[in-house]
């Protein structure tokens, strides 16, 4: 991917072509659509970066001072090596965009990739294709909202904090003085806030931008009788509060404050200037001057920022990442204006040439976006697949287990497909195997040994009864197969934590869950329907699964390892895939219908809570009459509703209006699935079913287990 840096010994913006973020915890990966270059912060960086030596050592005395220090401790070799290193190091620069996710961690809730986000941090919103971002540095953007003006969240929360900090009351009047882009925004969310607002600066033409966006009134800093002017308009009292957001090397700015505010006055200093407060203003009205840091509580604290803790919002309300939010709402309430803050619209790939746009002094822009080309969905792997290369010429398939299920649902899609070659199988029982090979193909039976140390084995399909597939599994990934695993990964919680183990150990490693609900043809017209509203959903799945005979193996706790886990994890995962956040509690409850019968023959309900407040329940049922549907789904989200009859006929209504679609035949996505896989082996990509998530539909399905009143599970 590419990024904007700059060469400290130089000073010269460049891009640079370097490795994509690596995903950690806590984190998201974001594919920025715009981020804003700052006329205040990044020009004191350009202009640092022109400064020679000597200049940079007058500009930060305190970096000089350590390096006299050092010279002092190690000498001054040492000290000359540090300096080099530091000089040749390129800087990245930005700190405020907008995209959409492409990654998320496990432990991160309340965002999905394909979402929209505001991001912030010096160390992580920067000018680049690709950012990674702590949770508590980013927002979801309004749907309302455009990803350009959500770009300027950072901004916006800067300037929120330094209103906060003013603490203005509903009918008083704040001079701002300093109308840069900080300035402006703090303009109008002073505006917002009902707050009377009066304007100064150098350039009339700010003023007169100032009064556009809300500003009762304005003056040029080179006005005569200023004070007089600001007395005028307060009835004589002076400004309730004074925000200075203005950047120069004097203290004009604070000595003006000083002079319009009122007794007890209230000065808050967010912009860069140089701080000599005079003592006779300040002193003989008893002016509170107070400081604003960056974009608010949470600011410089690494347990915030990197290891997302957060405070509690009946103590501190006001947050970095609530301040976005807040920041956020107000553009979707027109709060704001950002339109007329853009100076320009600016190609990423022009980045070097809007830099030097901040060096114009007579004309500085207010704001520059550099907008990212379309295209980036997602991140180069962080660490290779193994193989790492996609499948040149047929693709060489194994299959291991040969029941009704591989006969039917597997192998007739497998040889279909004309990049499939069928090399072995393997079954249980030799004339299982034996007699499929000869039925579909096969170049020969084998056992599952001999599949498993077969080297010419590209794709391996594991179909085998349940309480084996986590043994299986745990040896392909040894082998760096691309996996396609049948429902259920894990009989129990100790087979779950082995086999995800085993994949953490092998990064890269390619391991496919059969969940095939997700890929049924009905389900894709189903879910972007529903994604069209916002907000939490509501989703009900009912399945009448029918009677068992109760010797069947599924049953059986050491082979099929219950019904529930056996097939109710198909539903939990669909459950998921529909409502895309992140499951945070599960409960079940399960009715007896025998006390004889085996603990699996029951009616189970399940009810899932997720992060963004969606809820939903699942019944299976193993009672129920034959003439419904074996399984419906309605889905309810904003002014929207769907209905899924046994994947067969789907209805979608909005607001009285329905539309309906419907199918030959019920159809449960087993064909799209192995497609979908073989796609994935050819291509070299990841499974189209993350490891990920299949791992929290199983961790949801014990969960439930769990909570069964007077139901013990191993």
Excluded at 27 to 55: C, F, P
Excluded at 291 to 296: K, V
Excluded at 416 to 421: A, F, K, L, T, V
């Amino acid at each position: 991917m590419k990024q904007v840096f700059q060469q400290y010994r130089s000073g010269r913006i460049e891009i640079i072509e370097v490795p994509a973020p690596t995903l950690e915890s806590g984190m998201i990966l974001v594919a920025n659509a715009y981020s804003i270059i700052s006329t205040g912060t990044e020009r004191a960086k350009v202009e640092m970066g022109d400064r020679s030596l000597i200049g940079m050592a007058m500009a930060r005395p305190d970096l000089a001072s350590k390096v006299v220090d050092m010279v002092r401790r190690e000498g001054i070799a040492s000290a000359a090596r540090a300096v080099r290193n530091k000089l040749d190091r390129p800087t990245p620069l930005g700190y405020s965009s907008a995209g959409t996710v492409l990654q998320i961690s496990p432990d991160v809730r309340g965002v999905a990739p394909g979402d929209r986000v505001a991001c912030a941090g010096g160390e992580y919103a920067y000018h680049a294709e690709i950012i990674r971002v702590p949770k508590n540095l980013f927002a979801p953007v309004p749907p309302e909202v455009d990803l350009k003006e959500s770009a300027f969240a950072t901004l916006g929360a800067i300037a929120m904090q330094g209103v906060r900090r003013l603490e203005p009351v509903l009918g008083e009047t704040v001079v701002v003085i300093g109308l840069g882009l900080i300035g402006l925004l703090s303009v109008q969310i002073l505006r917002a806030a009902g707050i009377r607002v009066l304007a100064i600066d150098i350039s009339n033409e700010r003023v007169e931008l100032a009064k556009d966006l809300g500003a009762s009134d304005g003056w040029s800093r080179q006005s005569e009788n200023l004070e007089n002017r600001v007395l005028g308009a307060t009835q004589n009292r002076g400004a309730d509060g004074i925000l200075v957001t203005a950047s120069t090397k004097q203290n004009d700015p604070l000595v003006l404050a000083g002079h319009l505010a009122r007794e007890r006055g209230r000065v808050v200093l967010v912009g860069d200037v140089e701080i000599q407060l005079p003592r006779e203003p300040y002193y003989l009205k008893e002016i509170d001057f107070r400081f604003s840091r960056s974009y608010g509580p949470g600011r410089y604290d690494k347990a915030y920022e990197e290891k997302g803790l957060s405070y509690p919002p009946a103590y501190v309300p006001w947050t970095e990442k609530r301040n976005l939010e807040c920041f956020l709402d107000l553009l979707a309430q027109n709060q704001v204006s950002i339109a007329p803050l853009i100076t320009e619209t600016i190609p990423f790939e022009e980045s070097p040439n809007a830099f030097q746009q901040l060096k114009n002094r007579d004309a500085p822009p207010i704001a520059l976006a550099l907008e990212y080309p379309p295209g980036v969905t997602s991140p180069p792997p962080t660490e290779p697949f193994i193989p790492a290369q996609p499948i040149s010429g047929e693709i060489r398939t194994a299959l291991i287990g040969a029941g009704n299920f591989a006969v039917k649902y597997l192998i007739p899609f497998l040889k279909s497909d004309s990049r499939i070659r069928l090399q072995s199988i393997a079954a249980s029982r030799g004339g299982s195997s034996e007699s499929v090979a000869r039925q579909f193909g096969f170049r020969s039976a084998q056992t599952a040994e001999e599949v498993l140390s077969d080297p010419s084995i590209d794709l391996l399909l594991i179909a085998t009864r349940h309480d084996s597939h986590t043994d299986l599994a745990v040896k392909a990934l040894g082998r760096g197969l691309y996996i396609h695993l049948e429902k259920p990964m894990a009989c129990t919680e100790e087979e779950l934590k082995r086999l995800h183990q085993a994949y953490s150990e092998r990064p890269g490693g390619f391991l496919h869950v059969g969940f095939n609900r997700r890929f049924a043809p009905l389900i894709q017209p189903m879910t972007q329907f529903m994604e069209e509203v916002p907000g939490p959903g509501i989703l009900h799945l009912r399945v009448l699964a029918g009677q068992l005979p109760a010797d069947h193996w599924l049953l059986d706790p050491d082979i099929g390892g219950g019904r529930l886990i056996g097939e109710g994890c198909h539903f939990i995962d669909l459950a998921h895939f529909l409502i895309r956040s992140r499951p945070i509690r599960c409960q079940a409850s399960a009715r007896r219908i025998d006390t004889e019968s085996p603990l699996e023959n029951q009616d189970v309900a399940i009810s899932v809570e997720y992060e963004d407040g969606s809820l939903a329940n699942i019944l299976y049922l193993s009672t129920g009459a034959t003439g419904p549907g074996k399984e419906r789904i309605e889905y309810h989200r904003g002014n929207r509703s769907t209905i899924l009859d046994d994947f067969r006929v789907l209805e979608c209504w909005q607001e009285g209006r329905l539309v309906t679609r419907t199918r030959s035949r019920s159809d449960k996505g087993h064909r799209n699935q192995i497609e979908c896989l073989i796609e994935a082996t050819a291509q070299g990509q990841n499974s189209p079913v993350p490891f990920e998530e299949s791992l929290a539909t199983h961790q949801t399905l014990f969960e439930a287990l769990r909570s069964l009143s007077g139901i013990s599970h191993s």
